[in-house]
């Protein structure tokens, strides 16, 4: 996507999805735009001719791209829009640190939007079986040509100029061992985008300062602070020391200018 003087706006015009254990149930959108157009890769299919989305045979990376088109309420004519209001950073936690969402301050969103921290998920890259977790400048490092603090100041300058709102959103794991559900990550985006985030308590998670909220419609309070979902919070707080120091490692190569020095604070303290 893009953000320029007119608003937001897309590069592409279409999708690229996985599809290993696709179920119509809990993705919905992506199953139903699997139709004429679509192109299906490293799937296999039945006797019958049907689909076999839980079949690894091939590979793990089992993927579909399709027009935009095919998906219902999209922007049109053009895919376009205003200045943005809310500003999502997805981040699929392997570790089962942060939290389902985390309302971010300006200087937290610079710092978290040049760690561009994410897991790499099985089947996505050659070798990668399981979630391992990375780091990429602007969650896009391989397509930067300036020095990323700068994408990091342009972003927050267009947020303060629309009034946007930055937010962390977790969709890996959390301390039950299984991924945070579809239905619970949706109702989070639902209370981002309705506003509802900004309306209800919330608690400050300690080593990394994020506020969160304690409760949100349509969402499992059991998940919103992450300490809850082990039997042992005393195993949160190890594992979150220790990816507060691969933050805190990760981010000294940003300390060579002064902008990159000044959003150290806005980092996790240990």
């Keep these: 996507h893009g953000w320029d003087d007119n608003g937001v706006f897309n590069f592409e015009g279409g999708c690229y999805a996985k599809v290993i254990d696709l179920d119509k149930d809990s993705e919905p959108d992506i199953y139903n735009a699997i139709k004429r157009d ?12 049907k689909i076999d989305f839980a079949d690894r045979s091939v590979t793990e990376n089992t993927r579909v791209s399709y027009p935009i088109n095919h998906i219902n309420n999209i922007v049109k004519p053009v895919s376009s829009a205003p200045a943005a209001k809310n500003v999502i950073f997805l981040s699929a936690d392997a570790f089962g640190v942060l939290p389902p969402v985390s309302i971010l301050t300006p200087e937290q969103t610079k710092y978290y939007f040049l760690s561009g ?16 977790p990375t780091f990429s400048a602007c969650f896009g490092q391989a397509f930067l040509e300036l020095h990323p603090t700068k994408y990091a100041e342009e972003l927050v300058k267009k947020m303060e100029k629309s009034g946007a709102k930055a937010y962390l959103v977790n969709t890996g794991w959390n301390g039950t061992g299984k991924r ?18 900004n309306k209800v308590p919330t608690k400050t998670i300690p080593y990394f300062n994020f506020e969160v909220p304690t409760e949100l419609p ?6 919103l602070d992450p300490r809850d979902t082990y039997a042992d919070a005393a195993e949160w707080d190890k594992k979150a020391k220790d990816l507060a120091e691969r933050f805190i490692k990760n981010f000294a190569k940003y300390e060579g200018n002064d902008a990159g020095k000044a959003l150290v604070s806005a980092g996790p303290q240990l």
């Design 117 to 132: 921290f994410t897991a790499k998920l099985a089947g996505t890259e050659r070798g990668i079986t399981e979630p391992t």
């Design 180 to 197: 945070i559900s579809i239905k619970d990550t949706r109702g989070i985006i639902d209370a981002i985008l309705n506003g509802d985030v």
């Design 218 to 223: 349509g969402v499992d309070t059991g998940i």
């Design 38 to 49: 679509a192109l299906l890769e490293n799937v296999t299919l039945d006797k019958d001719g």
